[in-house]
């Protein structure tokens, strides 16, 4: 992605380069050229991803399809079908590898969808239309929630949890709306992904939410506490309020940009959430390589003290 989209490093370096850099694991993205459903699509196939991985010490802490072209939010049936069917391939996939938290989004961004993957009675355009009231707001709502349920209901019978990462891009992206959308999946194996960055732009800035804006007034601590036990898995990035393009927020490397993370480790451990996993995030950076050592050292120092 970004930077490196046009000449991506081959799976095996990264996994290699990782293990070298005294990572314990790689989150897995399902994007091309790396782990994608169709290019391992047989058991044995599966077995060796999965046997090199290993072997270089390293475990899989999730796995993040690419379901990008299925926008669920569509008023087109055919193209949640495919949602669903999309989310089941990558589930199976993940479930060869023995991964544990499986990422789901809804299938493309509100603001900008692949026009191509929608029906050609859309004449080549979005197809989402705003939500004009309380009727198509709830409308959409209870949509993207049986939809997950479905999901979740499936995710069940492997043992793997579903992770909804929340962004400023989603249709519901205010802070009351995450916490409460977690609870009417209202499945123990479906939890919020926290990615910081993504996190801070939603409860600091209210970005990309409609009027009235929803701002808390301590930021990422107040979030933190507010979705307490709804959270799953956290992904650490840091932010200096910047976009990409007005809409995607711009990931720094941690430290460099306004999050406090002492403070951010520290309400995590006052709500009592521990995991296996940690995961760094420094998705389009542009030499990812001379960030990765410098980002797992601080995030070890963050964990001996506050995880110890």
């Known amino acids: 992605m970004g930077y490196y989209d ?41 077995s060796d991803l999965l046997g090199m991985i290993k072997g270089y010490g390293l475990g899989i802490s999730a796995y993040l399809p690419d379901l990008q072209g299925f926008p669920i939010l569509s008023d087109y049936e055919s193209i949640t079908k495919q949602y669903l069917k999309a989310f089941e391939i990558n589930l199976k996939f993940c479930a060869d590898l023995d ?31 705003s939500m004009a009231g309380e009727r198509e707001y709830r409308n959409r709502w209870d ?12 995710a069940d019978n492997y043992g793997i949890t579903v992770l909804w990462e929340f962004e400023p891009t989603s249709i519901f992206n205010k802070p009351s709306e995450i916490a409460k959308l977690i609870d009417e999946v209202g499945s123990p194996n479906f939890k919020g992904l926290f990615e910081t960055m993504h996190a801070h732009l939603i409860c600091y800035l209210g970005a990309l939410q409609k009027p ?16 307490r036990n709804r959270i799953g898995h956290v992904h650490l990035a840091d932010s200096d309020n910047t976009f990409h393009h007005g809409i995607y927020g711009t990931k720094k490397m941690l430290g460099e940009g306004m999050l406090n993370f002492d403070e951010i480790m520290q309400t995590f451990k006052e709500i009592n959430y521990d995991s296996e996993w940690w995961t760094i995030d420094l998705c389009f950076q542009p030499a990812a390589w001379d960030l990765t050592k410098r980002a797992r050292d601080l995030v070890e120092l963050l964990l001996r003290k506050y995880y110890p």
């Open 6 to 46: 046009d000449d991506p490093i081959p799976l095996e370096i990264v996994v290699k380069k990782l293990s070298e850099l005294r990572y314990d694991g790689i989150e897995l993205c399902g994007h091309r050229p790396h782990a994608h459903p169709f290019d391992y699509s047989t058991k044995a196939e599966r």
């Open 99 to 129: 991964v544990k938290m499986i990422r789901v989004d809804e299938g493309g961004s509100w603001f900008r969808l692949k026009a191509e993957n929608a029906p050609s009675s859309c004449g080549g355009s979005v197809c989402l239309p």
């Open 143 to 154: 949509k993207v929630v049986s939809i997950w349920k479905k999901c979740t209901r499936t």
């Open 212 to 227: 009235p804006f929803e701002i808390l007034n301590d930021g990422l601590t107040d979030f933190i506490k507010l979705l």
